[in-house]
T-cell receptor, first 113, second 114 residues
Framework: KQEVTQIPAALSVPEGENLVLNCSFT??????LQWFRQDPGKGLTSLLL?????REQTSGRLNASLDKSSGRSTLYIAASQPGDSATYLC????????????FGTGTRLAVRP | DAGITQSPRHKVTETGTPVTLRCHQT?????MYWYRQDPGHGLRLIHY???????DKGEVSDGYSVSRSKTEDFLLTLESATSSQTSVYFC?????????????FGDGTRLSIL
């Protein structure tokens, strides 16, 4: 059974800092890995999707990397801003089922002005 | 934002009553999903649909049923609600299968069963 772990569970940083969020998974037979953000009381917003054949994806100040063999992904946020405060979730698709996702429990990020 | 509307947004009901949650999309996407989110468990898949009248179970499907009679609507029904089904329910949609398309989520329904 696929298990997804996110460390740390919570993180508080001053504005402007570069930071890294970690995601690990136990079964490397994945189709893709997705990073989402969730604001309080809201649904999830898709940030980046990395297909299994890719090593990284970038969008603005966000960069996500994927190392399938070691079961790890990182989300790098450059020059953090208070508006980045949210919970960040990673999810992996199950190998034989296309895009049925298994989620981690998230990292709650607070960026202090 | 993807055109996904969940209704109701909040509901309080009593144990043993039937409850139906609705997900409506305007994107004409083929794939639709129902998840529940609980503290300590993250999001877990309840049921999903890969087309009109085509549905399948997720990892926590016991006590839930779904129906999809039109591309745009995906209904989740709790036939006889229990307190353990108190949760936040999210609908998601996707244009493609096979890992090449992201899932887009609605804003959720907060369901409390007393």
């Amino acid at each position: 059974k696929q298990e997804v772990t996110q460390i740390p569970a919570a993180l508080s940083v001053p504005e402007g800092e570069n930071l890294v969020l970690n995601c690990s998974f136990t079964d490397s037979a994945i189709y893709n890995l997705q990073w989402f953000r969730q604001d309080p009381g809201k649904g999830l917003t898709s940030l980046l999707l990395i297909q299994s054949s890719q090593r990284e994806q970038t969008s603005g100040r966000l960069n996500a990397s994927l190392d399938k063999s070691s079961g790890r992904s990182t989300l790098y946020i450059a020059a953090s801003q208070p508006g980045d405060s949210a919970t960040y979730l990673c999810a992996v698709s199950r190998g034989s089922s296309g895009d049925k996702l298994t989620f981690g429990t998230g990292t709650r990020l607070a960026v202090r002005p | 934002d993807a055109g996904i509307t969940q209704s109701p947004r909040h509901k309080v009901t009593e144990t043993g009553t039937p409850v139906t949650l609705r997900c409506h999309q305007t994107e004409n996407h083929r794939y639709m999903y129902w998840y529940r989110q609980d503290p300590g468990h993250g999001l877990r898949l309840i049921h999903y649909s890969y087309g009109v009248k085509d549905t399948d179970k997720g990892e926590v499907s016991d006590g839930y049923s779904v129906s999809r009679s039109k591309t745009e609507d995906f209904l989740l029904t709790l036939e006889s609600a229990t307190s353990s089904q108190t949760s936040v329910y999210f609908c998601a949609i996707s244009a493609g299968q096979g890992g090449n398309q992201p899932q887009h989520f609605g804003d959720g329904t907060r369901l409390s069963i007393l």
